[in-house]
């Protein structure tokens, strides 16, 4: 195991640098971030030199990357944007833990990640557990009971489901729960935000207003991996070892719980793990409709913006949390499969 995960940090390494060396080149394209500084305003020829040299931008690519990587603090910057490099370099790169600068609010790119990154895990992890929840129950039972009523209905609910928009789900979801329950004078939910700033943050508001982002959220994903689950669980129930077990005199409940579910479950356990690395970019569509302040509404911002240090550090932030999963789901893998040697 130890070797395994020695030998999997070794590979992720170069992994993670061609993966920032493409997302940098391909940032380039997103637009100049000196033409959106200065909002309705746009700033004058002059001024965006000045602030080009100021923020590094009139350098080559390669040594804005550089910059990115491993800071300038060996280097004379343009502090005052005067074209004549004086001031010593204060960055320190993201090797050394320094994410950079916000181009449009000057705050360090991790304190605003800091301050989002926990309004979505809130969101996409309760979303999440009711994603799996929800999917195992539909998939076993459909299993269990193939083409019967509950069956048909099922799958073509869940055809109907997975076919739905985001946004469009989103917004159906606001005019019936929040706009026609409160013209019929019924209880209503609320659409934007995590609270009421009258009531305050308290927890019953945020459960109330977590309810519409995560109905729009599981609607969809728990339509899709239902059918796989059922799929899977069908499959594993006409194994020659299940039928056995059966043969034997075991329950159909203990069939199901001690032989075809852990069997099953090991394709759904990878489809988990490459879902739990991009809660933390959020969903992006879900938290805009919602105005959610979470990763997924702070990357959309700031990509209007052209904001590059943001959007590098999120993108970043997710490629780091994709690698490390893979290598988890891998562990958790040979966990559940003994047939499976990571050694």
């Known amino acids: 195991m130890t070797n395994y995960l020695l030998r999997r940090l070794a590979q992720a390494i170069p992994q993670l640098f061609i993966i920032s060396?493409?997302?940098?080149?391909?940032?380039?394209?997103?637009?100049?971030?000196?033409?959106?500084?200065?909002?309705?305003?746009?700033?004058?020829?002059?001024?965006?030199?000045?602030?080009?040299?100021?923020?590094?931008?009139?350098?080559?690519?390669?040594?804005?990357?550089?910059?990115?990587?491993?800071?300038n603090d060996w280097q004379k910057i343009d502090m005052d944007g005067d074209g004549v490099a004086e001031?010593?370099?204060?960055?320190?790169?993201?090797?050394?833990?320094?994410?950079?600068?916000?181009?449009?609010?000057?705050?360090p790119v991790l304190e605003m990640i800091g301050e989002r990154l926990p309004n979505t895990l809130l969101l996409m992890g309760v979303a999440e557990i009711v994603i799996i929840i929800f999917?195992?129950?539909?998939?076993?039972?459909?299993?269990?009971?193939?083409?019967?009523?509950?069956?048909?209905?099922?799958t073509g609910l869940s055809f109907v489901g997975y076919s739905m928009p985001v946004f469009w789900l989103a917004l159906m979801l606001m005019y019936i729960f929040?706009?026609?329950?409160?013209?019929?004078?019924?209880?209503?939910?609320?659409?934007?935000?995590?609270?009421?700033?009258?009531?305050?943050?308290?927890?019953?508001?945020?459960?109330?207003?977590?309810?519409?982002?995560i109905a729009t959220l599981s609607i969809i994903s728990v339509a899709g991996y239902s059918r796989f689950?059922?799929?899977?669980?069908?499959?594993?129930?006409?194994?020659?070892?299940?039928?056995?077990?059966?043969?034997?005199g075991m329950k159909s409940f203990l069939v199901v719980l001690k032989h075809a579910l852990p069997n099953a479950a090991l394709p759904f356990i990878t489809i988990i793990g490459l879902d739990i690395p991009f809660l933390l970019a959020g969903a992006v569509v879900t938290e805009r409709i919602f105005a959610w302040p979470g990763m997924g509404r702070l990357f959309i911002d700031h990509t209007e913006?052209?904001?590059?240090?943001?959007?590098?550090?999120?993108?970043m932030l997710i490629s780091i949390a994709v690698v490390v999963f893979q290598i988890l789901t891998d562990i958790v893998y040979s966990l559940v499969d003994p047939r499976i040697r990571l050694d």
């Open 21 to 71: 060396l493409i997302l940098f080149i391909l940032m380039q394209s997103f637009g100049d971030p000196i033409a959106t500084l200065g909002g309705r305003i746009p700033p004058r020829p002059e001024e965006k030199e000045r602030l080009r040299r100021q923020l590094g931008l009139d350098k080559p690519l390669y040594m804005q990357y550089l910059t990115w990587l491993v800071g």
């Open 87 to 107: 001031t010593p370099g204060v960055r320190k790169g993201i090797l050394r833990g320094d994410w950079g600068n916000s181009l449009v609010t000057r705050k």
């Open 135 to 154: 999917s195992l129950l539909l998939g076993i039972y459909s299993a269990l009971r193939p083409y019967s009523r509950f069956d048909n209905i099922a």
């Open 229 to 248: 689950v059922r799929s899977s669980v069908m499959e594993t129930l006409g194994q020659d070892y299940v039928r056995t077990a059966r043969a034997k």
């Open 178 to 213: 929040a706009v026609n329950f409160k013209r019929w004078g019924l209880p209503y939910l609320p659409t934007v935000g995590m609270y009421d700033p009258e009531v305050g943050r308290t927890s019953m508001e945020l459960m109330k207003h977590m309810i519409l982002p």
């Open 305 to 315: 913006r052209s904001d590059f240090p943001m959007l590098m550090g999120i993108l």
